[in-house]
């Protein structure tokens, strides 16, 4: 009977016990697969990609950008060619003073065959011109005429400033051909050339007057800024 009732005590301490280890067991067992797959999220998220700005940037090309930020005005004047200058057709050349690479050709007059230049052309007739160009300091610095199968060339230094977004005056450009010439040097050893004489001419109410003439659509105002004639070193004459 004593052996009965010591079997039945060790029962009711023994099953208490077992069901606290089991009930802890089973409790601390979800915790730690929990544990795991916050592991593995945090694995994850190290080795995620990260935005990349620098390379979404180089599929952009450098000349596209440049097109887009690139803020550009007009200007506007006129050419009156005297002399040995009254030919078919007059080419000025037109160079950035901030930017060397960047050249302009105004060709004036006679439509020749295109040619392919290193440079944009901008072809008007003789009288008014009206051209668009990117905001800057610009230098004339030479003027061509046909002579045969070769052209003469001089050197010239007419400046002017194109005005962010504005239209802007010059004047009239009154460049007199008094007379034929050689000259001798360089390549080829003998050139073509002429002499001349430069001037600019205030016609501001002429030309603002021929510009509304012109783009009577456009309602603007418009900036007077005369171009500037800068006296070139003496040449030996031919």
Excluded at 149 to 172: H, N, P
């Amino acid at each position: 009977m004593l052996l009965i009732l010591m079997k039945k005590f060790l029962t009711l301490i023994i099953i208490p016990f077992f069901l606290v280890g089991c009930s802890t067991a089973s409790s601390t067992s979800p915790i730690t697969i929990q544990g795991e797959n916050l592991e593995k999220v945090k694995v994850k998220k190290e080795h995620a990609p990260s935005l990349n700005i620098s390379s979404e940037l180089e599929n952009i090309k450098e000349e596209a950008l440049e097109e887009i930020v690139e803020v550009k005005g007009i200007v506007f004047g006129k050419t009156d060619f005297q002399g040995v200058l009254k030919t078919r057709y007059v080419r000025i050349m037109i160079e950035s003073q901030e930017d060397e690479a960047r050249k302009f050709q105004l060709h004036i007059g006679e439509k020749i065959d295109q040619q392919t230049f290193p440079w944009e052309v901008k072809r008007v007739e003789p009288g008014y011109f009206f051209i668009e160009l990117p905001v800057g300091k610009y230098r004339m610095t030479s003027i061509s005429i046909p002579v045969g199968t070769s052209s003469a060339v001089e050197d010239i230094d007419v400046r002017f400033e194109v005005l962010d977004e504005t239209v802007v005056y010059l004047g009239t450009l009154q460049v007199n051909g008094t007379k034929e010439r050689i000259k001798l040097g360089g390549v080829p050893v003998i050139k073509p050339g002429f002499e001349y004489t430069i001037n600019v001419i205030d016609q501001k109410d002429e030309g603002i007057q021929e510009f509304h003439q012109r783009y009577a659509d456009v309602a603007t105002k418009i900036k007077t800024a005369i171009m500037q004639v800068h006296a070139q070193e003496s040449q030996p004459q031919q």
